[in-house]
């Protein structure tokens, strides 16, 4: 890429976005064998679905209305896809018992591999919070890993969300560090 960095548009995932977000999912490269449904299902049935019934569990909480993230685009191609949607709306993400109320989680990026080096993460990320904070979130919740995790790298990377204002509120497993920012200050 050239040093100019591009003009991303960011939207919400809706019905109407379905298609797009479906072309974004089964490009090559992308994350089509998880549609994101990894955190959203429950760990009974998590590791049964296959592709297919993920995708489908996708669309059908996109057609309900249900909040799962944002589309990146540059012109009319979806390029970055940012998971975020309430805490509640996922499966468990933290065992430290807090109130999911007004919490909103981050737990997945994506830039199509010709985009990426550009900074349309961070992009992604700033959109997120905006995003949470129209909807009424009053605490931001992200997974990310250290930089030199051999998994978890689609839930970001430590120094963007500690340069984003983020702040560390704990660890699950072995890799995933808790992050917050609160927007009400």
């Not at 540059?74 to 309430?86: D, I, K, M, N, R």
Request: charged share 25%; with cysteine; hydrophobic share 40%.
């Amino acid at each position: 890429m050239s040093g100019s960095t591009p003009r991303l548009k960011i939207h919400e995932v809706t019905a109407e976005r379905w298609a797009d977000f479906e072309r974004l999912f089964e490009a090559r490269g992308s994350p089509k064998n998880c549609w994101c449904m990894v955190w959203r299902a429950t760990p009974q049935n998590a590791k049964q679905f296959v592709s297919a019934q993920r995708k489908a569990a996708m669309e059908s909480r996109i057609r309900e209305n249900v909040p799962v993230g944002l589309l990146g685009y540059l012109g009319t191609e979806p390029v970055a896809w940012c998971s975020v949607a309430p805490r509640a709306t996922y499966r468990r993400l933290v065992s430290d018992g807090s109130s999911d109320e007004g919490v909103w989680s981050i737990v997945c990026f994506f830039v199509a591999k010709q985009h990426r080096g550009a900074g349309l993460t961070k992009r992604m990320l700033a959109a997120a919070l905006e995003h949470a904070r129209d909807k009424g979130a009053r605490v931001v919740e992200a997974y990310p890993v250290d930089e030199d995790s051999p998994s978890y790298r689609f839930m970001g990377f430590v120094p963007m969300f500690r340069a984003a204002g983020f702040i560390e509120a704990g660890r699950e497993g072995t890799r995933r560090h808790v992050m917050q920012r609160n927007l009400r200050s």
